[in-house]
């Protein structure tokens, strides 16, 4: 009987491990199908009226034109603005952990735009003061070291996403850096149950749509009166291909590589946990501005089956976030 029984015993384990294999590719199709449905309503409500049936042609030509810049990375950071000088100062003292609140307090206050910014920080719904913060040093001890080393990534990248340009990229714009910080910010929530660096996480947030704004400037050029191309298999092309030149653009900007590598495996992260935390961010991020538009309803199969009850409560964070 004990024979028999481990022989029953090992069939019965067998069964079950190929139960589990087929239960895992289930749950990885299924997440598959959600990721795309998720990139494709984001991609229409993106595009808007803009989009129209272009002719296979167009969409090769746009297509291979991104593919090509990355291969040419140099000239495609030639396309969008370097950052204000005074921002890598503070991040590099910064990044001294013995630093006062009044050193970075002085090199906050040379630059009028970046003062502003972080008392209005300090004073969000986000961070909730119980008193108005009325000055920078004040401001700076609100946020932490590393709230401000997440405010300066922002305040560099702002101008990068929202670029003046013509044609469509200059009307998506102010859409995709309000996709790109709640992304940022998504990213950041998720990484530490992840073991994936927050700041990492963010700041590959924020990067990962700089190449989606270089494609759409690429696009412009080809096609007439602001339009872009629609379909859903051209958005899944051209969003995976902006991450691509995105990543090489941050390769070229000397980015950390555990970013850079992130942002290019962000589409199929496997066991890459900085990737990982960004794919979850950028589909929080997608799903917000989605729910926001009243695109989506909070609960819509995309959000009840596309984010964990972890995932759901980043959602609910992202909507105190101010435009």
């Known amino acids: 009987m004990g024979f028999l029984s481990r022989l029953m ?36 409500w993106l595009t808007g009226t803009a989009r129209y049936e272009a002719p296979a042609e167009v969409q090769s030509t746009i297509l291979d034109q991104v593919r090509g810049l990355t291969a040419r990375p140099e000239e495609a950071a030639g396309l969008v603005p370097r950052v204000p000088e005074v921002i890598p100062q503070l991040l590099n003292s910064l990044a001294e952990e013995d630093v ?27 961070y909730r003061p119980m008193t108005q913060v009325k000055t920078v040093e004040a401001a700076i001890m609100m946020l932490g070291q590393n709230g401000l080393r997440m405010l300066l990534a922002r305040v560099a990248f702002r101008p990068i996403i929202k670029m ?15 996709q790109s910080e709640r992304c940022a910010l998504a990213a950041s929530l998720v990484a530490p149950g992840l073991t994936a660096g927050v700041f990492e996480a963010y700041l590959a947030g924020l990067m990962q749509n700089v190449g989606l704004i270089v494609a759409f400037r690429l696009a412009d050029r080809i ?38 590598e992130a942002i290019a495996h ?13 794919s979850q961010g950028d589909r929080i991020a997608k799903l917000r501005l989605l729910i926001d538009a009243a ?6 199969d995309l959000v009840t089956d596309g984010l964990d009850s972890f995932q759901r409560r980043c959602l609910g964070k992202l909507s105190h976030l101010e435009a």
Do not use: K, M
């Open 266 to 278: 962000a589409g199929d992260p496997g066991d890459l946990h900085l990737a990982l935390a960004l």
């Open 295 to 300: 695109v989506v309803a909070e609960d819509d």
């Open 9 to 44: 015993g090992g069939a019965d384990s067998g069964a079950s491990q190929v139960d589990a294999a087929t239960q895992a590719q289930q749950q990885a199709r299924q997440a598959e199908r959600i990721s795309h449905e998720i990139d494709a309503a984001y991609y229409r």
């Open 100 to 126: 006062s609140a009044s050193e970075l307090s002085r090199l906050v206050v040379q630059d009028v735009v970046l003062t502003a910014e972080v008392i209005r920080e300090a004073n969000s719904a986000y």
């Open 164 to 178: 003046q340009g013509d044609g469509f990229s200059r009307r998506a714009a102010p859409h995709v850096w309000g």
């Open 223 to 260: 096609c007439p009166n602001a339009t872009i191309p629609g379909g859903d298999d051209f958005a899944h092309e051209l969003l995976a291909c902006g991450r691509q030149l995105s990543a090489g653009i941050a390769r070229h900007w000397e980015f950390p590589e555990e970013v850079t």
